[in-house]
């Protein structure tokens, strides 16, 4: 398989509620964002795809965060009992939480790629400090909601484990 990576950044404040120390107060990181996508095969020109069509996209989302406060512009979904207030240092801009939430706004955007089977998002990794990152990654679960791309997925291995005993019979032959 295929694991293609690109990089970007962006510079952007945060603060942590609820925090018992220096993050309560805000303050601001440069937070450098890596994005694995994976491909089992390329297409024409031997690409799976343009490095510069993944950064355009990466870009994109990144851009709204970009010289902004995060705890006013990220969404983070409410709880069970749609009780977000209540349990909001919960949601709070950590690393951890802006993965997620990027990795969810990559999938969207990535969607013309995975639907056609040519590749999938497989990570998303953000450093808030040259010492510190947060991975996330929703690869292997089955997510309820996500029901369309499990299926797709489950439909892409099944095609390429086809394809690959096709070969080995095509080999047996000759
Ligand atoms: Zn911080």
Known sequence: ??????????????????????????????????????????????????????????????????????????????????????????????????????YGELEEALQQFSKAGICELWSVTIWESSQASCTYSRQGEDVGEEKEVATTKKAFVKDMLKRKTDELREGEKS
């Open 1 to 102: 398989m295929f694991l293609l990576t690109i990089e970007d950044e962006f510079a952007a404040a945060h603060y942590l509620e609820g925090y018992q120390g220096a993050c309560a107060a805000m303050h601001g990181h440069t937070w450098k964002v890596s994005v694995s996508i994976v491909a089992q095969e390329t297409r024409d020109l031997g690409m799976v795809v343009d490095f510069k069509d993944l950064k355009r996209i990466l870009k994109k989302v990144l851009s709204k965060y970009d010289h902004s406060c995060l705890n006013n512009v990220i969404e983070m979904p409410k709880d069970e009992e749609g009780e977000a207030e209540s349990s909001r240092p919960k949601y709070n801009p950590t690393a951890e939480n802006m993965t997620r939430i990027i």
